[in-house]
């Protein structure tokens, strides 16, 4: 038992460490050294747990992406309770907010910004009901705004995620059609 819970601290410690040294540097440019060195480990124990800063990286996303998918599927077309629980989530999860920075991953920004795009794309077809706007218009506005919403998440966690994830999810609500 002791073994588990030293194992998941040093996972914490690496997680941890990657966030603080997200917060100076590009994904690319950290090395598996420096996240052990701001973890308080040695490399010898990182490579315990991890194959390179990729293969933690992949484990982290393959979680988060199984919560996401869980908000949107559990939410359905509800916008406003979809949105609510993502920023809930990024107020806790600081990786996933250092991985969502200029410095982070394409990959789990291109994810996050298509599920936004889906979830927009199929409440406004229901809201707006049958409308003139030819498919390639439907399309471009659905980019239009889940890359708007991306943008309005990047600029509150550089700000510090100084308001509530209610205050948030009413400014975007008010915020689209």
Known sequence: MGTDNRKERTRQA????????????GFNEITTTHLAQ????????????????????DSYQQGLFHKLEVIFNRYDS???????????????????????????????????????????ENDLAERLGKEDLPPLEKEYRSIYFSHAFFG?????????????????TDFLIKMLP
């Not at 460490?17 to 100076?24: D, F, G, I, Q, R």
């Not at 701001?38 to 990286?57: M, N, P, Q, V």
Request: with cysteine.
């Open 14 to 25: 690496i997680l941890d460490a990657m966030v603080t040294c997200l917060e100076s540097q």
């Open 38 to 57: 701001t973890a308080g480990i040695s490399r010898s124990s990182f490579y315990t747990h991890y194959k390179d800063k990729y293969e933690l990286i």
């Open 78 to 120: 509800n916008r406003q309770s979809s949105f609510l629980e993502i920023f809930e989530l990024l107020y806790r999860e600081k990786l996933l907010s250092a991985l969502l920075t200029h410095n982070g991953t394409q990959e789990i920004q291109s994810f996050l910004i298509n599920k936004v795009r889906l979830l927009v």
């Open 152 to 168: 309005i998440v990047q600029a509150w966690i550089n700000r510090g995620k100084e308001e509530s994830p209610q205050y948030m």
